[in-house]
């Protein structure tokens, strides 16, 4: 993704950046025109004069309701972030005092050569010994990006962070839940559910249970198979929190988170991604 230098006030060394996310497997799919089995291909229009050549479209800015301001390529470089040829380490921080919020894109951050391996092993035991947080700002695609370098074994992982303006305060989010009084009781019996269903972290687990039913999806297809969609089930009519909390208490884990009804995609668009964190 990146090669350069990471530079720790005098100490320098070079090193490499990749990818530390495999997208390869995702299922994607193409607009296809049924009576013909052709892939659409997406034409740009003009709403009043009809189709248009690409290669004459300018880049605009929308600041209000359908009035654009034009911007230029000539424009567009003169404020493009030249790519550097270092990480430069700003800082470093307790690795509790990173919000879960900010955490973005993973990355291998590599010693670039044979000759880099002592410098970059030095970094790294001595962030794992004092529990830090490298901070440091690198140019990529002529875009700046905040770094975050964290030891893991005998690597560093780097992870990209997202800016002040990118993330939404919580406090705005969930200031409007109202203060109600719990009863303790409660509490007390979900602690216990949690207790029955508590768990190692373990990411054999981590399957994507969607994309593989779309991969069996495609497989059944291509053997001539016509699928039906599985009745939806009914939901519990458990209304009472206490019976329900009571009744989960007695049901087995597996019983006890499992859905009431299956919620069918919203859409599947492009790459289908599914995350959250």
Not at 78 to 100: G, P
Request: aromatic residues 6%; charged residues 30%; neutral net charge.
């Amino acid at each position: 993704m990146w090669s350069g230098n990471l530079r720790l006030s005098l100490v320098s060394c070079p090193i490499a950046l990749y990818g530390a996310v495999n997208h390869r497997r995702d299922i994607s799919f193409h607009l296809i025109n049924p009576d013909t089995n052709n892939r659409i291909k997406m034409v740009p229009t003009d709403p009043d004069t009809g189709p248009v050549n690409r290669a004459d479209l300018v880049k605009g800015y929308e600041f209000e309701k359908d009035r654009y301001v034009i911007v230029t390529p000539d424009e567009l470089e003169a404020v493009r972030q030249e790519t550097t040829s270092n990480l430069d380490i700003e800082s470093f921080v307790d690795a509790s005092d990173i919000d879960r919020l900010f955490w973005d894109e993973p990355y291998f951050l590599l010693p670039g050569d044979d000759n880099a391996i002592q410098a970059y092993s030095v970094v790294r035991e001595a962030l794992a010994r004092t529990n830090r947080i490298a901070l440091g700002r690198v140019v990529m695609h002529t875009r700046e990006r905040l770094l975050a370098l964290e030891p893991s074994g005998k690597g560093i992982l780097a992870y990209t962070l997202r800016m002040r303006d990118e993330v939404i305060d919580p406090a705005t989010v969930f200031g409007g839940i109202s203060d109600q009084k719990i009863d303790a009781r409660m509490v007390d019996i979900a602690e216990k559910i949690i207790s029955q269903s508590k768990a190692p972290f373990d990411t054999a687990t981590f399957r994507d249970r969607y994309e593989e039913a779309l991969r069996e999806l495609v497989k059944r297809k291509q053997q001539g198979e016509s699928i039906e969609a599985p009745r939806p089930e009914q939901p519990s009519n458990v209304i009472d929190l206490m019976e329900a909390l009571r009744r989960s208490l007695k049901a087995k884990p597996a019983e006890a988170v499992k859905p009431a009804h299956k919620t069918a995609p919203s859409k599947v668009k492009g790459r289908s991604r599914k995350k959250a964190s």
